[in-house]
């Protein structure tokens, strides 16, 4: 296909993206929510890139920061992640020197995370960025709608 009918192919959909009726997903919670969802990660992408943070880093280490000693279990369950996956995740940070692991000295079986000086000043230059990157995103709300949003998702997503 040349490269003429590729770029009329995408003005094509571009065009008929904006003339498409999408008043039935606008009201419908979860596919908007899905769409601020991407939207945010697309930010979060472009403002946390320099530091190698995801999203998902980007929350292991804030509740390992707020919650030192969080069983790997715990840290899966709040975050919604597999285990196994939060697991491969919890490598890469350790063999990475962000965090470590230690055992329990309440149940030697158990396994409690903690961040390394590393990994704490990963996350204080992260913390850094987030009220930045927070208002950019929400810059559409006044404050006001700000706070409501949170509220409100918070209420919908108790933690």
């Keep these: ?10 003005k094509s959909a571009q065009q008929s993206e904006t003339s498409l009726d999408l008043r039935a ?6 596919f908007m929510l899905r769409l601020a969802q991407l939207k945010f990660f697309e930010g979060f992408y472009e ?3 320099a530091l190698g943070l995801t999203p998902a880093t980007y929350a292991i280490f804030v509740v390992i920061h707020d919650n030192p000693g969080v069983p790997p279990s715990s840290l899966a369950s709040v975050l ?3 285990l196994p996956n939060l697991i491969k995740i919890l490598n890469e940070l350790e063999s990475s020197g962000f965090i470590k692991r230690n055992r329990s000295k ?6 409690e995370l903690m961040l390394t000086p590393k990994g704490a000043k990963l996350i204080a230059e ?3 960025l987030t009220q930045p990157y927070n ?3 929400l810059a559409p709300l006044s404050e006001a709608e700000q706070r409501m949003l ?4 918070n209420r919908i997503l108790p933690l």
């Design 1 to 10: 296909m040349s490269s003429k009918a590729l770029r009329l192919g995408a």
């Design 25 to 30: 997903l606008q009201r419908t919670p979860g």
């Design 47 to 49: 403002e946390f890139a």
């Design 80 to 82: 919604r992640l597999r």
């Design 106 to 111: 309440s149940d030697r079986r158990a396994v």
């Design 126 to 128: 992260g913390a850094r």
């Design 135 to 137: 208002e950019r995103m």
């Design 150 to 153: 949170l509220d409100l998702l």
